[in-house]
């Protein structure tokens, strides 16, 4: 703007400015919140990493409260859950071979080497290592991936 503009002028430049800081802040903020639902929304691959870690380091308690789907803990006894998982099974070691999403389902493959416990002819049980797929179907509630767990 120029030294000695006419006033009309001076305040109409004024608006203008106004008028664009407000568009570019609320064009900011806008990008921002998108943003951060974007990032609070994981993908389905992260979260089948997320389950296939946990269930490596048998934390079972944090899969039911947090990956396990919301409907189904609405049935399923946490106890009864968490018992049913305290069969010693290592994974040793797991690879994730392919995510697959149609609208609010998903299904994952993974492949897991692991120490499997097997009844001994003798009594009692031997653990032997086991390559075995791990077929898991997952549903999206609110943007969040939960994986879908008999009881």
């Not at 994730?96 to 609010?104: A, H, M």
Request: charged share 30%; with cysteine; hydrophobic share 40%.
């Amino acid at each position: 703007m120029r030294r000695g503009a006419p006033a009309a002028v001076r305040r109409l430049h004024g608006q203008s400015a106004a008028s664009f800081l407000a568009v570019a802040v609320t064009c900011g903020m806008a990008t921002a919140l998108g943003c951060r639902a974007a990032a609070k929304a994981e993908s389905l691959e992260t979260r089948a990493r997320q389950y296939l870690e946990l269930k490596q380091r048998h934390d079972w308690p944090a899969i039911f409260d947090g990956l396990l789907d919301p409907e189904a803990r609405k049935v399923i006894d946490r106890d009864a859950f968490l018992k049913k998982r305290s069969v010693p099974f290592d994974v040793l070691s797991f690879d994730l071979v392919s995510t697959k999403t149609e609208g609010d389902r998903g299904s994952v493959m993974a492949k897991l080497d692991a120490m499997i416990p097997v009844l001994n002819p003798r009594g009692g049980t031997v653990m032997i290592r086991k390559q075995l797929d791990d077929p898991q179907e997952w549903v999206n509630r609110d943007g969040h991936w939960y994986i879908r767990l008999e009881g």
